[in-house]
């Protein structure tokens, strides 16, 4: 694969993620200025439940997919019909799982009802995910970047209708469910038409045995890292209350809506890294310390810029949320460490480390545990951002520490560049403090962003070339 096809891709899923992650936050504001704390609450502890337990069923399947296919275009019918195989079993005990779970935790009838909607998705976005993988492996993001944004567009109109027409929370987990069942007939029609697969179910014991063994390490790190992700809202409704969890989860669905730039990254050079980890070892060192590089520039101003004007970005909800600015102050300071461990947890899976990648996802999981029970508690919302921060930190560490046995890191070299950015950064930090009561939210973002642009390039931190290659790749067909 050319720089450029990587570039192409890139642009295509950035381009559907800022729009995707653009709607899905002002739905969320939107959401969150008609709900009470409560409500939020429970309407995002179903959520996270049943994105906790997809996991069970793709074990890891989507990036085995993604990855041989990539690598054998010619057996990817096979692959796919397996894996489809192997799922149809393991959606059945999830969601008894699900089930289980809402009644031993002793939820309140209108939570269990919003969790059994929520399974809807939990099932449809699992099959769908399966079939975007092997289009990944085809190295195709725009099928998928093309219906992200629908499925966003599905969910905001018929979420506005049911908060218009009043219907209550299981209406606007009813317009999920329809979204996810859209995103799945559309992804299923891509994979038997266009690509020419088939969808039926073949039980190899072969070839079962052959993609479990492979997708084993990239099970159990998609649970660790499901469970880490989604755990903290669980804990939060039992240590603490709904209404906690609501406020937390202004501080969680920002970072998160944030996460489109370094995934669509990952998307892009994960098929990418898995050729040039057998064929091009030079092009591996070059495409992952640009991949870093980039992340940098791009994370370290969001996290100073939203840590200035916490108390502003808040004030778009309603008064009710005010105790959210801290623990999003907290959970910013982790956004570099979380955008810096994308390509990181991408280049070990690639490179068939994905044993270390999963050690070190149980660490960061263990870490996360033990932290959230001692300080939910006492500090709510707050004490689970701290946990974010602490095992985000620990993450990078622990993956660059494996990293650097795989590709060439230029140590000083990248030193001086995070010196550029970090300045660069500072003095953004400086302005946004001076500015942030003279002008309005939205002048501040776009006078923050040119202030930035101007001093990476007065650092050089980012080149002429650099900016013409961006510019080029979005113009390219």
Request: glycine content about 4%.
């Amino acid at each position: 694969m050319k720089i450029q096809n990587i570039a192409k891709n890139t642009s295509y899923f950035t381009l559907a993620l800022i729009l995707q992650k653009v709607i899905t936050f002002a739905y969320f504001a939107i959401l969150a200025r008609n709900l009470s704390p409560d409500d939020l609450g429970k309407y995002y502890l179903a959520l996270s439940i049943t994105s906790m337990f997809i996991i069970f069923i793709d074990l890891g399947q989507a990036n085995v997919l993604t990855r041989e296919v990539a690598k054998s275009k010619e057996k990817a019918k096979n692959f796919l019909q397996t894996i489809i195989a192997i799922k149809l079993p393991l959606i059945v005990l999830s969601v008894i799982l699900v089930i289980i779970l809402s009644f031993s935790l002793g939820y309140e009838e209108l939570t269990k009802r919003l969790i059994y909607i929520a399974l809807i998705c939990m099932v449809l976005d699992s099959l769908s995910t399966t079939f975007f993988a092997v289009i990944r492996g085809f190295h195709n993001l725009k099928y998928e970047s093309v219906i992200s944004v629908i499925y966003q567009v599905i969910v905001l109109i018929f979420g506005l209708l049911s908060l218009k027409i009043g219907l209550g929370l299981e209406y606007l987990m009813l317009a999920l469910a329809l979204a996810s069942v859209l995103r799945f007939i559309f992804s299923g029609l891509l994979i038997v038409f266009k690509y020419k697969l088939s969808l039926f179910p073949i039980f190899q014991k072969t070839e079962i045995k052959f993609l479990f063994s492979l997708s084993i390490p990239f099970a159990l790190y998609g649970i660790f890292q499901k469970i880490y992700m989604y755990l903290d809202t669980i804990l939060i409704s039992v240590l603490a209350n709904d209404y906690f969890v609501g406020i937390y989860q202004i501080a969680f669905k920002i970072v998160f809506a944030l996460q489109f730039l370094p995934l669509a990254f990952v998307a892009s050079l994960y098929p990418a890294f898995a050729l040039y980890w057998t064929d091009n070892k030079r092009q591996l060192d070059i495409s992952f310390e640009r991949a870093m590089q980039y992340l940098t520039i791009i994370s370290l101003p969001i996290c100073v810029g939203i840590i200035a004007i916490a108390d502003k970005i808040v004030i778009i909800f309603k008064p009710e949320y005010i105790n959210a600015i801290i623990p999003l102050q907290i959970i910013m300071i982790s956004l570099p460490f979380i955008f810096l461990n994308f390509p990181i947890g991408s280049l070990l899976n690639a490179c068939d480390k994905q044993k270390i990648n999963t050690i070190i996802m149980g660490i960061a999981l263990v870490v996360s545990i033990i932290i959230n029970i001692i300080l939910i508690p006492k500090f709510q919302a707050i004490g689970a951002s701290i946990t974010v921060l602490i095992t985000n930190a620990l993450i990078f560490i622990l993956g660059i520490y494996q990293a650097k046995k795989i590709v060439n890191i230029r140590y000083l070299k990248n030193l001086i560049f995070f010196g550029k950015i970090l300045f660069s950064s500072v003095v953004l930090f400086l302005f946004t403090l001076f500015l942030k009561e003279k002008l309005n939210l939205f002048l501040l973002i776009f006078t923050n962003g040119l202030i930035y642009f101007i001093m990476i390039i007065l650092t050089k931190a980012i080149k002429q070339k650099d900016i013409k290659s961006i510019f080029y790749s979005f113009a390219k067909k």
